[in-house]
């Protein structure tokens, strides 16, 4: 008996959800919604089982973000993606990895909801204009001048940074090393001096920085002071957090947070930490994703 094609595209259906709401946890409620349709659904009127999941996930992941969006309006703070821990495999994949990052999610961020959802289908996934079409109730012809004005929009705000894995790892392993150790020059010789540093703890975490910190100088007499006031046994642990270097950070030996790094020119260029304790959940296991 073959699986239910449900479960056999489970992994891109659920990569599909989380690329358009930036939330593995909305994401598994789009699946959760999207596989109580397809159980009352004629199977033998279905000649594409992927691209009708992909539809019903792609019009329920639509629902999610007209409501998602209001919640965000009154947001404490900077607001992240919700972050997910993947494998090295997803790295290897350049263009899933890219698409997964923090900085590409955070400048889908910036998209409506039908300009992200034709820019997700049509860049990340290749899925034809029509079929793109009927999933956002446009037609082919204004689909493909919405893809257009996305993937515009997207390139002029996304870093396009081509880094070998290699470099990635060693110039990762130098900042956790200052940052663990508490050495201050070390981290100033690893951070571009215009680094940028984006918190997000919901306001849940006490002393996390509520705007964007910009600079090698602010941001290391940021994390000084915090260590001085705090004094808390903390450690950072390289992981692949969203296709990209990263790491999981503890105190105590709780998790309390998920770094995101930019990598270029041998140096940090962008940090994305976050904080908040209802984000930080799913990061015991790595997220199954596909395309």
């Known amino acids: 008996m073959s699986a239910d094609p449900f479960v056999t595209h489970r992994n891109l259906l659920f990569t599909v959800a989380y690329e ?4 593995a946890a909305d994401a598994e409620d789009v699946l959760q919604e999207s596989w ?44 992240l993606p919700e972050p997910v821990l993947t494998s090295p495999d997803v790295a290897d994949d350049v263009e899933l990895a890219e698409s ?21 289908l049509r860049e990340v996934f290749d899925v034809p204009y029509d079929e793109i079409a009927d999933a956002v109730d446009k037609t082919p012809a204004a689909v493909r001048q919405i893809a257009h004005r996305a993937k515009q929009h997207v390139a002029a705000r996304r870093p396009r940074v081509e880094v070998a894995r290699a470099e990635q790892e060693r110039v990762l392993e130098r900042f956790l090393d200052a940052f663990n150790t508490g050495d201050l020059q070390g981290l100033m010789d690893v951070l571009a001096p215009d680094v940028v540093s984006v918190a997000d703890s919901g306001g849940k975490v006490r002393g996390a920085a509520r705007r964007p910190i910009v600079g090698a100088e602010k941001l290391v007499a940021y994390l000084a002071g915090s260590i001085r006031k705090y004094a808390v046994a903390y450690r950072a642990v390289p992981a692949w957090v969203n296709g990209g270097p990263g790491a999981l950070v503890e105190v105590d030996g709780q998790l309390v947070g998920a770094l995101s790094v930019t990598i270029d020119g041998g140096l940090v260029t962008r940090i994305y930490s976050v904080a908040n304790p209802d984000k930080l959940a799913r990061l015991g296991a790595e997220a199954a994703l596909a395309r």
Do not use: C, K
């Open 20 to 23: 358009l709401l930036g939330s």
């Open 36 to 79: 109580l349709r397809w159980s009352r659904v004629d199977r033998a009127e279905v000649r594409d089982p992927r691209a009708y999941l992909v539809r019903i996930v792609t019009r329920q992941a639509l629902n999610h973000l007209r409501t998602l969006s209001r919640r965000r309006e009154d947001y404490v703070g900077e607001w």
């Open 100 to 120: 997964l990052s923090m900085a590409t999610l955070t400048v889908l961020e910036t998209l409506g909801p039908a300009e992200r959802a034709v820019f997700v």
